[in-house]
C-alpha cells in the first residue's frame, strides 16, 4: 500500500496493520475462552478479565512498535494524556463484549481504529468465533471478509429492523413507531458493523459509550454508505479529554433523520 506524501502511512496501510493485528489478538483471546479466565469488576462494574489484559497487552506491543509516533487510548490501559498531543492515536478495545466473552457468546469482537483529527481513518473490528474481519480506512471503502459491504436500502422507518440493548428493541413505543427488533448483541462494535453490512437496518445506544466502543465501527458504517450520529445530528469526535458519548444511533443516510426523531426522546 501507498505512504502518503508526507511519508506518514496511508490509510489503507494502517488498515492492513490493524487487519494483522486484530487476527492475532482474536487468536490470543481464543486461548483464554470457555477457560474460566479471572475476573474482577471494575469501578463501574463492568467485568475485566485477564484475557482482556492479554489482549491488551499484545496489542499495545504490536501496534506502537509498529506506529511509535502514534498515541494510545485502550479501555484497558491507564489514560496518558499525552495522546492529545499526537496526530494519530490507537484507539483499542482489546474485547468488546466481555460479559458475551465470558459468558461463552460468540458476538465479542476485537476493535481498533487509528484516529486523525479526531475521526476515524482506518479500522478493524474482528468476531473471531463468527470468523468475520470487518475494515475500513477513509475512501476506501468498508469489507467484510473480503466483500464490499454497504449499508441496507431501507427508506421507511415502518419495518426497519433494529438492534440494540433489550432496553430499546423491547421498549413497546420503539415497537409501536414501527420497528422491529433484531438480535440483543453485547458488543457495541459489533452491533454498528452488522448495520455497517446491511443485516440490520438501523443500530442504537443509549449514553455512555466511550471512544473505544465506536470508532472503528463508525468508520465501517461511514464508509459503507451510512451515518453514526448523536441525537443532535453530530457526528462523533473522538480523542478528546473525556472518550465518553451520549445516546446515538447509527443508520443508512436516508434514514438517519426520521430514525432519530423516532428514537430521540426515547433513548436518552
Request: with cysteine; proline share 6%.
Amino acid at each position: 500500500m501507498p505512504e502518503t506524501d508526507e511519508g506518514n502511512p496511508a490509510p489503507g496501510t494502517d488498515m492492513r496493520l490493524l487487519e494483522t493485528a486484530a487476527r492475532q489478538a482474536g487468536e490470543l483471546a481464543l486461548s483464554y475462552f470457555g477457560r474460566d479466565p479471572e475476573t474482577w469488576f471494575k469501578g463501574n462494574k463492568s467485568p475485566v478479565s485477564e484475557a482482556d489484559l492479554a489482549v491488551d497487552s499484545f496489542l499495545a506491543d504490536e501496534l506502537r512498535t509498529a506506529r511509535p509516533d502514534y498515541g494510545w487510548l485502550s479501555e484497558e490501559t491507564a489514560d496518558d494524556r499525552r495522546r492529545l498531543d499526537c496526530e494519530r492515536v490507537f484507539i483499542v478495545d482489546p474485547i468488546d463484549g466481555t460479559r458475551a466473552f465470558l459468558a461463552g457468546g460468540n458476538e465479542w469482537t476485537v476493535s481498533i481504529a487509528v484516529v486523525e483529527n479526531g475521526r476515524p481513518t482506518a479500522g478493524a473490528v474482528f468476531c473471531p468465533l463468527r470468523e468475520e474481519m470487518f475494515l475500513a480506512s477513509t475512501g476506501g471503502g468498508a469489507w467484510l471478509n473480503g466483500q464490499r459491504m454497504s449499508v441496507s436500502g431501507q427508506a421507511d422507518i415502518q419495518g426497519a429492523s433494529l438492534t440494540g440493548p433489550h432496553s430499546i428493541v423491547a421498549n413497546q413505543d420503539v415497537i409501536a413507531a414501527g420497528f422491529v427488533g433484531a438480535d440483543i448483541l453485547r458488543s457495541l462494535a459489533y452491533r454498528l458493523a452488522i448495520v455497517a453490512a446491511g443485516r440490520v437496518d438501523v443500530g442504537a445506544a443509549r449514553g455512555g459509550p466511550s471512544d473505544w466502543d465506536l470508532a472503528a465501527a463508525d468508520l465501517l458504517v461511514q464508509e459503507a454508505g451510512g451515518h453514526l450520529t448523536d441525537l443532535s445530528g453530530q457526528h462523533l469526535i473522538y480523542n478528546r479529554a473525556k472518550p465518553g458519548h451520549p445516546a446515538l444511533v447509527a443508520a443508512p443516510q436516508v434514514l438517519i433523520g426520521p430514525v432519530r426523531d423516532a428514537l430521540g426522546i426515547l433513548i436518552k
